[in-house]
């Protein structure tokens, strides 16, 4: 045989056997590295030492004014945090502004002032998430929604507000 073709017969020989050589030795590398694959969930190697946060929620009923605003307003915890949001639709046809008060142990508030757009979509405004001083039902959180200094209160919007019983 020529050396010529003999060359030729090795390149296309190691070619072939090449990839199949590297697929059945298995991944290259540290043998400590993580598999970019997630680990399935029944699998109790899987398991976090650490229970994961959850967002619980105190709300209060859903309101609405005559005046075409509705709002429910709520105490959120997460972990060591706490704090109020209020969620709205504004279908007044005006501009309104809201107060929005977290009110916790010990005579602590937060307030946020939010305005609120015109709109048909719900809409959200919260303060800020502030350390706990307590439980979650040491909190309240209310919501005031009025349409300028001197249209008045429109709504309140309360987080442990007891819905209106039928009579």
């Not at 697929?23 to 680990?39: H, M, N, Q």
């Not at 949001?85 to 508030?109: F, H, I, K, Q, S």
């Amino acid at each position: 045989m020529q050396p010529r073709l003999v060359m030729l017969l090795g390149v296309a020989a190691v070619t072939v056997l090449l990839p199949l050589a590297g697929a059945s030795a298995g991944p290259v590398g540290d043998g400590d590295a993580k598999s970019p694959l997630p680990t399935p969930t029944n699998d109790p190697s899987n398991a976090s030492s650490e229970p994961r946060a959850e967002t619980t929620s105190r709300c209060g009923p859903e309101l609405s004014s005559p005046d075409g605003i509705e709002a429910q307003t709520c105490v959120l915890t997460l972990g060591r945090d706490t704090w109020a949001r209020t969620y709205y639709r504004n279908a007044t046809g005006d501009e309104l502004t809201a107060v929005l008060t977290l009110m916790g142990p010990g005579g602590r508030t937060v307030q946020m002032h939010c305005e609120v757009e015109v709109g048909d979509e719900p809409a959200a405004c919260e303060t800020p998430r502030e350390r706990s001083a307590g439980g979650a039902a040491a909190y309240s959180a209310v919501a005031e929604y009025a349409a300028g200094e001197t249209d008045g209160l429109l709504l309140r919007s309360g987080s442990n507000s007891a819905p209106l019983q039928d009579s």
